[in-house]
């Protein structure tokens, strides 16, 4: 498996981003979709992708994530469903995965989290899309989201 040192899976996480297409898509997913989307560095050097899916076997299991590459996690947002730490921990809904060095995205924190203030307010499926992209510095006008956020 690939690893990342934490000082560069950090630095990833708060590079500015914006999406290479901006197609509409609908977000939040229909249960069973899978949505996917190319981001870039704001400088152009890096790619990344951000994918939202939500669950067909789990009602309201709702997922959103930024990958470097296309492969390294450097933070998930699971709605919907608990999580188990690799130390046996058990994490309720919702929770925040990010990557650290030596385990990928395995370990979790609950929300809310006074270090993660961004997703303080969050209450639907919109606002956690909103709170995400701002944890990971995406461009907001991603795909039509403004918009949507209005309708």
Not at 72 to 80: P, S
Request: glycine share 8%.
């Amino acid at each position: 498996m690939t690893q990342l040192s934490q000082i560069e899976a950090d630095r990833l996480l708060k590079v500015a981003k914006r999406a290479e297409n901006t197609s509409a898509y609908c977000y939040p997913p229909s249960p069973g979709e899978r949505l996917e989307t190319v981001l870039t560095a704001t400088t152009g050097h890096e790619r990344f992708f951000l994918t939202a899916w939500k669950s067909l076997n789990i009602q309201g299991k709702l997922t959103y994530q930024t990958r470097e590459g296309n492969h390294i996690v450097l933070a998930r947002l699971d709605c919907g469903a608990e999580h188990r730490n690799p130390n046996g921990e058990r994490i309720g809904s919702p929770h925040l995965h990010l990557y650290r060095e030596g385990y990928g995205d395995t370990w979790a924190i609950e929300l809310p989290n006074s270090k993660y203030a961004d997703f303080d307010n969050a209450t639907s499926d919109l606002d956690w899309l909103d709170s995400f992209l701002k944890f990971c510095n995406i461009d907001r006008g991603i795909l039509g989201f403004e918009e949507l956020a209005l309708k």
